[in-house]
């Protein structure tokens, strides 16, 4: 059913076919409802006029009346310009217009009063604007000032003259005959309860605001209606779950308090412990488990696995463990054969290179009963792999799988789903998880087990070349291994591989006596884990590598990380990559290396680094510099499509959007209640595929 706002741009006033077409190449804006979600991104504050005098190249903008005394044509060639001196009762100052001369000539005059409005600079002793706006006082303009809009363009856009003056003009249009369509999205009750202004208010004053408190009321509504309708998508989606998809009951617990009393091989955190009493009063709650269990790099998310892993075994069900490569399950295999083998439980490994003898044996097992513990790849969720009854699916690096994998694991059970259990050791800041995996309960382990020394992190300069190398002839010599990372820029494969090459040259040069390796994305993958297994064993003391080596693999003899060019890695990667060190007794260092050249935020992230050791304070820093949709790749996802609210700035309304949405759905889960009529009407108006509910439509 078509409304109103699905009405094509190119029906609005002033747009038209050709100008329709640039509006949906450039900014997306199809319909009236498009247009009318376009929100500014800053404003201009109009009410405000400053004198002369007051002025200085520290003002973001500056307001000013007053007259222009005469022109003067300075330069020549490209470097021509128009200067005017403007002048009022404090003082003198430049306007200067570089392009568009002979139309300033035509519409300016000396001796007329005007406004004048642009961004102040200081050349020497002369405070000056360039290519000011410039308009003549009138009563209107004098008695009121207001907070002009400014919208996003594009170069595009601005070439065919649509500049921020023809989308306000839009704008104006649109709000004046859409005015009578906005309808009301949230109860009544809870606009009360928040203090939220109505939608109608709300739309006017976002794009024409009238005060400074009236634009920060639209703001808050807008944000609080956009994540509420967020969370209660993803809310719905995991009652739906719930109720439909019942979970095996798992409450043995006698194997797992004998590993308890007898095996286990150091005291677990406190944060290790809450993590392990959450997922077993999921396990025995007759509801399917889906959690997230998030911990730094070495905090002891395997150790916890295990641990769970026995709940189930004891209960005589079967445990699936799927990582994203062959060296990260060779790994998980490794660490947890030995707690197997301590408590006499069968467990195997399946990877692409399980030969068709042992395969064959493994699935008779696995089908049987007889093999509890199964460790793999992708290889896990082939046709061939059945379970005779699979308990718990653990999925490691959970964003290197999409759902469609992950859910293939789920359907290996004819008559009940496992339990589900993601490991992630990206830490994700608590909105972005929120709103991500709203869905999944989360867990998190935020310390890390006693003894482990903290990485030592230093930012160095090229410049101090000789110092590093003198340092790592001195780790060498003690027996310890060394990574050096060279970033990557996917536009570019043939420069990496050349910056890549040229490092492990001078690497060699520098260190002709040392054995190196060398891991890059091109190799093939058997190249890869040969060249990788080299360096597990101590064959080769240097790993040059780009960034392939960032996820999971311990080798707890390698105890220093050089990053070069670091300040072209985001942060959380800077974190991860950080993280292959520190994995055995001895002290580790991550040695960051830079040109002297850095941009703000790349300081920021070096410092955060050098800083701090805790990935979630990390993950905070990195929302706040990228914004979410950057991080864990959710711009492809379309997980996070958002209009206004800012995950790195909004954490208390989206607490507090949870929360309504929450009581809302345990009160009402089929919104049939009168007082929930405008929500259901505002989803069933939605197509099937939006994933904001709190667009309009």
């Not at 019942?246 to 409450?251: A, M």
């Amino acid at each position: 059913m078509a409304t109103f706002f699905d009405t094509s741009i190119e029906f609005l006033k002033g747009v038209g076919p050709q100008r329709a077409v640039l509006l949906q190449k450039e900014l997306k804006i199809f319909t009236y409802g498009d247009l009318i979600q376009q929100y500014p991104f800053r404003y201009e504050d109009r009410t405000q006029f400053y004198t002369i005098k007051e002025v200085n190249e520290t003002m973001p903008h500056v307001q000013i009346k007053g007259k222009i005394l005469r022109f003067e044509m300075i330069g020549g060639g490209r470097k021509k310009r128009l200067v005017a001196y403007f002048k009022d009762s404090t003082g003198e100052l430049e306007l200067v217009w570089f392009q568009g001369i002979n139309w300033v000539l035509s519409k300016i005059k000396p001796g007329i009063e005007y406004t004048v409005f642009g961004k102040p600079n200081r050349y020497g002793r002369t405070i000056s604007i360039a290519h000011p706006e410039v308009e003549p006082v009138t009563d209107n303009k004098e008695k009121k000032g207001f907070l002009q809009p400014v919208y996003p363009l594009t170069e595009k856009l601005r070439s065919k003259y649509l500049d921020n003056k023809f989308l306000v003009k839009l704008q104006r249009e649109l709000l004046t005959i859409a005015i009578n369509h906005i309808r009301e999205t949230l109860p009544e009750d809870l606009l009360k309860k928040q203090r939220l202004i109505s939608k109608k208010e709300a739309l006017i004053n976002i794009h024409f605001p009238q005060s400074h408190q009236l634009l920060a009321a639209a703001q808050e509504r807008l944000k609080f209606e956009e994540l509420f309708y967020i969370q209660l998508r993803l809310i719905k989606m995991k009652l739906v779950r719930q109720e439909k998809f019942k979970g095996i009951v798992f409450n043995d617990a006698t194997i797992l308090t004998q590993f308890y009393e007898e095996h286990l091989p150091f005291p677990l955190t406190g944060a290790q412990k809450r993590v392990i009493k959450e997922i077993y009063a999921d396990m025995k709650s007759g509801k399917q488990m889906n959690r997230l269990l998030q911990g730094d790099v070495g905090s002891g998310k395997t150790i916890v696995a295990f641990i769970c892993m026995l709940l189930v075994i004891g209960s005589d069900a079967q445990v699936a463990l799927m990582a994203p490569t062959e060296i990260l399950a060779q790994q998980h295999y490794t660490n947890l054969k030995k707690y197997a083998d301590l408590m006499g439980l069968s467990i195997s490994l399946l990877t692409g290179s399980t030969k068709k003898k042992a395969r064959t044996e493994l699935h008779y097992r696995l089908e049987t009963g007889e093999l509890k513990i199964l460790i793999g790849t992708h290889a896990l969720i082939e046709d061939g792999v059945k379970f005779n009854r699979l308990g718990l699916a653990v999925i490691d690096e959970q964003h290197r799988f999409g759902v469609a994998q992950r859910s293939k694991l789920w359907q290996k059970n004819k008559n009940v789903y496992p339990h589900v259990l993601v490991m992630t050791a990206t830490p994700i800041p608590r909105t972005l998880a929120m709103t991500l995996y709203g869905d999944l309960e989360i867990s998190t382990i935020d310390e890390l087990p006693k003894g482990r020394k903290p990485i030592k992190t230093t930012h160095q300069y090229d410049s101090h070349r000789l110092q590093i190398n003198e340092f790592m002839r001195q780790q060498i010599a003690a027996g310890r291994q060394i990574y050096i990372v060279y970033p990557l820029i996917e536009e570019s494969e043939k420069l990496d591989l050349k910056h890549l090459m040229d490092g492990y040259e001078s690497v060699a040069r520098a260190f002709p006596e040392v054995p190196i390796s060398i891991l890059h994305g091109k190799m093939k993958p058997d190249a890869k884990e040969f060249e990788m297994g080299r360096f597990v064993k101590g064959e080769t003391k240097i790993m040059v590598a780009t960034t392939v080596i960032e996820v999971g693999v311990d080798v707890p003899n390698a105890s220093v990380m050089i990053i070069e060019s670091a300040e072209r890695f985001g942060l959380s990667q800077l974190h991860q990559l950080r993280g292959r060190v520190g994995r055995g007794a001895e002290q580790s260092y991550c040695i960051l290396v830079t040109d002297y050249k850095l941009s703000a935020d790349s300081k920021t992230r070096l410092n955060t680094m050098v800083k701090t050791n805790n990935g979630f304070e990390i993950a905070e820093t990195d929302l706040k510099l990228r914004g979410p949709g950057d991080l864990m790749g959710t711009q492809q996802s379309g997980a996070l499509d958002l209009l206004i609210a800012d995950l790195s700035k909004d954490g208390l309304l989206l607490q507090q959007a949870r929360d309504a949405a929450k009581a809302l759905l345990e009160a009402d889960p089929g919104l049939e209640k009168a007082e929930n009529k405008l929500i259901k009407a505002q989803i069933e108006s939605l197509r099937k595929t939006v994933v904001n509910w709190s667009r309009i439509s």
